[in-house]
């Protein structure tokens, strides 16, 4: 008699023909309606699986894993994985996985359509005309701020970051940078990007892009302070994470105009959305979409997949799998 085989379980429908990969190797358990599971519904997938698949809404920590015993892979679909406690998976053994670099591009793109939708009132001008307020071209109706030429700062300089420089030197723009560390004079020249402390950046630029990863010690990293140093002219453009933001203090700076506007990809609460940003008109909202387009996320599925079955020794990369989260 052939022994068992590995158990995976897939936390929430994704592309079946991709996920069908894993059929070759596995007894699949895979989830065919968006589900929001509880704590409970995870340890209990996961208490019978040696291996996962999940997204960004599905958090894997200790209490998950706790009666996990056969548990040896989690694969996560996305590059951030603040859903996940790394510490508390490779204190089992667990490898943890991501999918990098297949959604730099994708969420470049958007990163930069979402800061410009801000600074030139594009939802708002669209909501005006819908509701039937337009009664003709007038000179000064819903003036913007300008992209060409102004100066960008980027908070969180890694890959989508550095895509978002490159796009900025075709608007002849001026492009600051904070991160952890400086980058190396090669990249910050692909890039044209000076590197400029915290302060700096927010004093300088007109338009700041958020690409950093959330943590604890990032949490609420732009508070009442921090935008208090902005130009009110300036736009704040969120492509990261919700919990970077104080949402309440940002709300204070737009409706005082103590900020010109923001582009909001991502929310501390998501679903949810705080009522005061919901009816403020010079912010832009969006549903976690940046990296949203149907090539990009077949590829992070696809790398998913990979990645799960080289952890859980199968494949061409058996025991070795692409993207393992360190």
Known sequence: MSAARPRVWVSQPLFDDIVARLDR??????????????????ARALREADGALVTLNDPVGAAEIAQASRLRAVANVGVGYNNLDVAALQARGIVATNT???????????????????????????RWLRDGQWRGWAFHSLLGAEIHGTTLGILGMGRIGQGIARRAGGFGMRVLYHNRSRLPEAIEN???AAYV??????????????????????????????????KPTATLTNIARGGLIDEAALADALASGRLAAAGLDVFEG???????????????????????????R???????????????????????????IS
Do not use: W
Request: net charge negative; hydrophobic share 50%.
């Open 270 to 296: 998501e679903p949810q959305v705080d009522p005061r940003l919901l009816a403020l008109r010079n912010v832009v909202l969006t549903p976690h979409i940046a990296s949203g387009s149907l090539a990009t």
């Open 298 to 324: 077949r590829a992070m599925v696809s790398l998913a997949v990979d990645n799960l079955i080289a952890a859980l020794g199968f494949g061409p990369e058996a025991g070795k799998p692409p993207n393992v």
């Open 25 to 42: 190797y596995f007894e699949v358990a895979a989830t065919h309606a968006v589900a929001d599971h509880s704590p409970a519904a995870i």
């Open 100 to 126: 990098p670099d297949v959604l730099t591009e994708t969420t470049a793109d958007f990163g930069f359509a979402l800061m410009m939708a801000a600074a030139r009132r594009i939802t708002e001008a669209e």
């Open 190 to 192: 692909e890039c044209r």
């Open 197 to 230: 402390d915290y302060e700096t950046l927010f004093a300088q630029a007109d338009h700041v892009v958020l690409v950093l990863p959330y943590s604890a010690q990032n949490h609420h990293r732009i508070d009442a302070a921090t935008l208090a140093r902005m």
